[in-house]
């Protein structure tokens, strides 16, 4: 048996402080502009230490653009192999679902861009390393997410042990991983096998064709530090 440590209090704690208490606390007018203003930005780390990325979005299979995007074999154009790597991560809509491909250490991957916690933009969260494996932190509240695999990681203790200690540990996969193709300079996705079931596929449902309001809240403030 493993026990969650309450890695978020400090974060929370935080918040408050700043006026925001939580996901469905009502935020100051002024923060609520600067989240949509945020809403096309992510921040992320590099060797130059923090610096502020665009985010691109394309809408992909859309009523306006159709069946044009898909290729005879089911494949869905995301965009040129090149420009995702200069961006580092890019967003788009497939049929109304919002999915994340980042290019992170020479290796592409796609996810649900929304969190499978409660919905947070995975697309404005941090890539960070955790024994070895790169992980999306959501910027709501800091879940962490396996590019990978798509496992929630935390950490927890076993108390059974003389002198417990915090160790990563894994949740199972959580957040849907979309199967990427490379080919001639272009980046594919393959449409999601939805036989199978993962927790983000309840936000990616709610957010479908949707933005922050698409749920009847208001967008979580997500001020740089």
């Not at 945020?38 to 923090?50: I, P």
């Not at 089911?74 to 890019?90: M, P, Q, T």
């Not at 497939?94 to 947070?120: P, Q």
């Amino acid at each position: 048996m493993h026990v969650m440590t309450d890695t978020n209090k400090a974060w929370q704690i935080d918040n408050v402080k700043r006026g925001n208490a939580g996901p469905h606390h009502p935020q100051h007018p002024f923060l609520h502009l600067l989240s949509h203003i945020h809403c096309h930005l992510v921040w992320s780390k590099g060797f130059e230490g923090r610096r502020w990325l665009k985010c691109r979005d394309v809408d992909l299979h859309s009523s306006s653009r159709g069946a044009a995007e898909i290729r005879p074999d089911g494949l869905i154009f995301i965009g040129k192999e090149e420009d995702i790597k200069k961006s580092g991560r890019i967003t788009a809509k497939i049929n109304g679902r919002e999915i994340v491909v980042f290019y992170h250490e020479g290796k592409f991957h796609a996810l649900d861009s929304r969190c499978y916690h409660e919905g947070g933009p995975l697309c404005r969260g941090e890539i960070e390393d955790i024994h070895g494996q790169a992980c999306i932190v959501c910027p709501w509240h800091k879940f962490k997410i396996t590019l990978e695999t798509g496992e929630g990681l935390y950490e927890g203790i076993n108390p059974l042990e003389p002198s417990p200690t915090p160790q990563w540990q894994s949740k199972g996969v959580k957040q849907r991983i979309h199967k990427l193709t490379i080919d001639n300079g272009s980046v594919y996705v393959c449409p999601p096998d939805l036989s199978v079931s993962f927790d983000s596929d309840y936000f990616a449902e709610k957010y479908k064709n949707g933005g922050e309001l698409a749920m009847g809240k208001q967008s979580h403030s997500e001020v740089a530090e």
